[in-house]
C-alpha cells in the first residue's frame, strides 16, 4: 500500500510542476521491416513505449529515433497506476547496398526517477541497441527479418507470489530465439541490473519471478536474438556470401554469445513489486483468463481492412474485477465490460480494423486484468499477422457511388451454388450465370461496414460460403474480402450522399481502367480478365490508364504513378507530378486524349520483388468556355478558365514476375472500376479461410464512431 501511495504522489508532483512534464520513459519495444526502392534498401524501424506519468513534452523516444511521425494515447488505467502514455511511432533509414548490418544505437532521456534506485535514476538516459543482418537468406531465398517483441503494459505482481512472464516474441523466419539481459558494454542497457528474484530462461524467453523480491519498481532491459537452426548462408547484392553454423553446432550445451547471430532487438518493461496477499493460487484473488480469451501466443491471420474482434474474459473468486489494461495498436477499440457472475467473471470485446491504420504487417495485443484492489492477471499477448498474398486468379471489382459490383468465377468458390454463399448480411441476393457469381453490393446496406483513415472512407464487406443443414468440407469454404476506398472530401462529411462534387455536372459519368500487355499495339489492349497478369524480368510491362466517358471534351491526367509490393508505401516511382522518371520510364503517344500509356523494363524492379501492384493518381480536366483540348501535364499551369475533376487514385494487380519465360498468352488485362466520387479501387484476391481458434465474440461491442456497420 505504501508503495502505491508513493507512486501516486510522485506522478502527482510532476503534473503539478510549474513546467511542462519531462518525458518520463517507462520501457519500448521495436519492429523492423525492409523494402527496397530502387537500388536502395529502406528500413522501417517501428516502436512502441510507455510514459508514466504522460509527458507534456515531446515524446523522448520519437526525438531519440528522429522519428517521421508519432502518436500519444493517453491510458485510463486504474486507479492503483498513475495516469500513463502509450506511444508508437515510425522512423525510416535509407541502407545503400554498400553495407549488410543495419546497426542502431540511440539513447534519450530519460528513464522515470519511480523505477530503480532513486540515487541514481532521476536522469537516467534511456538507451538501446538494434542490430540486424538485412542479406538475403539461402533457406528461404528473402530478407532476413529480425524477431519483434511485444510491448507488455505495466505489470504488478505480488511480493510473496511466484508469476511467470512469457515474452511471446513473434518470429517469421523458424530461427532458434534467444534471449539475455542487455549489457553495459554494449550500450544496450542503462540500468543493467539483475535481480537475484528474477530468473530468466534465455532459451524459453520466459522470465520468472520467486516470491521473494523486496518492494520497488523495476526494470527489465532485456536483448532478443536470432540464430539459424540449421547452416544458412546470407547473400548480399553484390555477390558476397556469409555462412552461418547452425545454432546446435555452434552451441551444443547453453547460450553461447561467441554464436554468429542474426539480429539482437531490445525490449524494456517495467515491474512493480507489491503487497503481499493470502493466497497466491490465480483466480483465488488474483485474477485468471478464462475461456474464450485466446491463448498466450496466438497469431490471427487477418487481410487488409478485415475487422479483427475477440473476447476476453477473467475470473476472480474473492475479489473484485474492474477493467482491463490493453496495449497494442493504434485504433484499437475496447468495448464496456460486462459481468457473467456478478463481478467474479468479467468479459470484454476487442476489435481492430487492420490496414486502417499505418504500421508494421504484424501487430501485438497484450492485455491483463485488474481488480479493485490493484491485484493483476498474469499478461497474455496476441500477433495479428498481415497475410502475404500470393498470385491468385483475380476477381472483378467496380466501385461506384453507391455500389461495389463484384463477378466471381465459379471456380473460386468452390462452384458452390448461390444458396451456399452470403454476405455480411446473410438475407442479401446473390445471383449469378453458369460462369460466374454476380453480386451488387450497396455502400448502405447488406453488412457494410465504413471505416475511416484520415484522407478516405472504406467500405468492407465479404462473400463467405455459408452451410445448411450440411458441414461444408474445407475446401469449400470461401472467404474473400471486398473493398471500395473513396476519397474524403476537405468539408469532411461522412454521408455518402455528400462524395459528389458540383463539377459531376462538367464530368458526367465516368470511369478509369489500368490495362497490362507485353507489347505496344494501340488495337488490342486487352485480353484474359480473371488471371493475374504473368510477365518474367526479361519483359517491357505497357500500362494503360483510360478514361470511360461519353463526353467527349475531357483530357486524362496522371499525376502520378507508383509501382509497389502490396501494402507497402515504398516502391519505384513511374511518374510524379505528372513528369516522368525517364531513368524507369517511358511514354507512347496514343493521339487519344482519354487514355496514356506508359512503359517500364521489369529487369529495373529489385530482383527479390515477384508480386507488384501499380497505383496512379489521376484526374480528369476540361476547358470551360470552349473545346480545344486542356493542357495538364509536367510542369503545366491550372488555367482559370479549366475545369478540374477531383484527384483520385485506382490501383491494378497483381502482376507476377516469374523466374523464366512464361509460355501462356502475351496479353492480359487486370480491369478495375472507378466512378462519379470513386478514389481507390482494390483489386480482391482469394483468400484462405481465417480460422479464430477460442476467438468467441459476443455483440454487444459500443461500436467505435470511427468504424459503422449499416
Not at 487492420?354 to 504487417?361: A, E, F, I, S, Y
Amino acid at each position: 500500500m505504501r508503495l502505491r501511495l508513493w507512486l501516486l504522489a510522485m506522478s502527482a508532483a510532476f503534473l503539478q510542476g510549474c513546467c511542462s512534464t519531462p518525458f518520463s520513459y517507462f520501457g519500448s519495444s521495436f519492429g523492423l521491416e525492409t523494402s527496397l526502392v530502387g537500388d536502395t534498401m529502406q528500413v522501417h524501424v517501428y516502436y512502441t513505449g510507455i510514459s508514466l506519468p504522460c509527458s507534456q513534452s515531446l515524446d523522448g523516444i520519437c526525438v531519440a529515433l528522429n522519428c517521421s511521425k508519432s502518436r500519444t494515447q493517453i491510458v485510463g488505467d486504474s486507479n492503483h497506476t498513475a495516469t500513463w502514455c502509450l506511444l508508437d511511432g515510425e522512423t525510416i533509414f535509407h541502407n545503400n547496398n554498400n553495407t549488410s548490418l543495419f546497426y542502431l544505437r540511440p539513447s534519450g532521456c530519460c528513464w522515470s526517477p519511480l523505477v530503480g534506485s532513486q540515487r541514481k535514476a532521476e536522469n537516467l538516459q534511456f538507451t538501446f541497441s538494434l542490430l540486424a543482418d538485412l542479406r538475403n537468406r539461402s533457406d528461404n531465398v528473402a530478407l532476413n527479418a529480425p524477431p519483434q517483441p511485444p510491448l507488455l503494459p505495466i505489470l504488478r505482481v505480488p511480493q510473496n507470489c511466484t508469476a511467470k512472464y512469457n515474452l511471446t516474441i513473434y518470429e517469421k523466419d523458424g530461427d532458434i530465439l534467444r534471449c539475455r539481459y542487455g549489457q553495459r558494454t554494449r550500450h544496450e542497457c542503462a540500468h543493467c541490473t539483475q535481480l537475484p528474484f528474477f530468473m530468466l530462461d534465455q532459451e524459453s524467453c520466459v522470465l520468472h519471478y520467486n516470491g521473494r523480491g523486496t518492494y520497488g519498481t523495476y526494470s527489465l532491459e532485456l536483448i532478443i536474438e536470432d540464430y539459424p537452426g540449421e547452416a544458412t548462408v546470407l547473400t548480399h547484392s553484390d555477390g558476397t556470401q556469409t555462412l552461418h553454423s547452425a545454432f546446435e553446432e555452434a552451441s551444443t550445451t547453453s547460450f553461447n554469445q561467441s554464436t554468429k547471430v542474426f539480429s539482437s532487438i531490445p525490449m524494456q518493461f517495467v515491474i512493480i513489486v507489491d503487497r503481499s496477499i493470502s493466497q497466491c493460487a490465480l483466480g483465488i484473488f488474483r485474477p485468471m483468463f478464462v475461456h474464450p480469451t485466446p491463448p498466450n501466443g496466438a497469431r490471427i491471420p487477418a487481410s487488409l481492412y478485415d475487422e479483427v474482434t475477440f473476447t476476453i474474459s477473467a475470473i476472480s473468486l474473492n475479489e473484485r474485477i474492474t477493467g482491463f489494461t490493453i496495449v497494442g495498436p493504434h485504433g484499437l477499440h475496447k468495448s464496456d465490460i460486462w459481468s457473467i457472475n456478478g463481478d467474479r467473471s468479467v468479459s470484454t470485446n476487442i476489435s481492430w480494423s487492420v490496414g486502417v491504420h499505418d504500421g508494421p504487417k504484424q501487430v501485438a495485443v497484450c492485455f491483463l486484468s485488474v481488480t479493485s484492489t490493484g491485484l493483476q492477471s498474469e499478461p497474455q499477448c496476441i500477433w495479428i499477422v498481415l497475410r502475404k498474398l500470393t498470385c491468385v486468379s483475380v476477381i472483378d471489382l467496380q466501385c461506384s457511388t453507391n455500389a461495389m459490383v463484384l463477378s466471381v468465377p465459379r471456380r473460386l468458390v468452390a462452384n458452390l451454388p448461390e444458396s451456399n454463399l452470403q454476405l455480411n448480411d446473410a438475407s442479401c441476393n446473390i445471383t449469378g450465370n453458369a460462369t460466374h457469381v454476380l453480386v451488387k453490393i450497396p455502400l448502405s446496406g447488406c453488412g457494410t461496414k465504413l471505416l475511416e483513415d484520415e484522407s478516405h472512407y472504406i467500405f468492407t464487406n465479404k462473400l463467405i460460403s455459408r452451410s445448411r443443414n450440411t458441414i461444408l468440407a474445407d475446401r469449400e469454404k470461401v472467404a474473400i474480402p471486398v473493398t471500395c476506398k473513396l476519397q474524403r472530401l476537405n468539408n469532411g462529411s461522412k454521408e455518402t450522399n455528400l462524395l459528389k462534387t458540383a463539377t459531376e455536372k462538367v464530368f458526367g459519368d465516368y470511369s478509369f481502367e489500368i490495362q497490362f500487355s507485353k507489347q505496344y499495339n494501340s488495337s488490342r489492349r486487352s485480353a484474359k480478365a480473371h488471371t493475374p497478369f504473368d510477365a518474367t524480368k526479361k519483359d517491357h510491362l505497357y500500362i494503360s490508364i483510360i478514361v470511360k466517358s461519353n463526353v467527349t471534351t475531357l483530357s486524362l491526367y496522371v499525376e502520378s504513378c507508383q509501382m509497389s509490393e502490396y501494402n507497402s508505401s515504398a516502391g519505384i516511382t513511374l511518374l510524379h507530378q505528372g513528369c516522368l522518371n525517364n531513368s524507369t520510364t517511358e511514354e507512347h503517344q496514343t493521339g487519344n486524349r482519354k487514355e496514356k500509356v506508359y512503359s517500364i523494363k521489369l529487369s529495373s524492379l529489385p530482383h527479390l520483388t515477384s508480386q507488384v501492384f501499380v497505383t496512379c493518381n489521376v484526374q480528369l480536366c476540361t476547358n470551360a468556355y470552349n473545346s480545344t483540348p486542356c493542357a495538364l501535364g509536367c510542369g503545366s499551369d491550372n488555367s482559370s478558365q479549366m475545369e478540374q475533376s477531383g484527384m483520385q487514385q485506382v490501383s491494378a494487380g497483381p502482376i507476377c514476375i516469374q523466374k523464366e519465360s512464361d509460355s501462356g498468352s502475351n496479353y492480359a488485362a487486370i480491369t478495375v472500376g472507378l466512378t462519379l466520387g470513386g478514389t481507390v479501387v482494390y483489386v480482391v484476391l482469394i483468400l484462405l479461410k481465417r480460422s479464430f481458434v477460442g476467438l468467441h465474440y459476443r455483440s454487444v461491442t459500443r461500436r467505435s464512431n470511427r468504424t459503422r456497420s449499416f
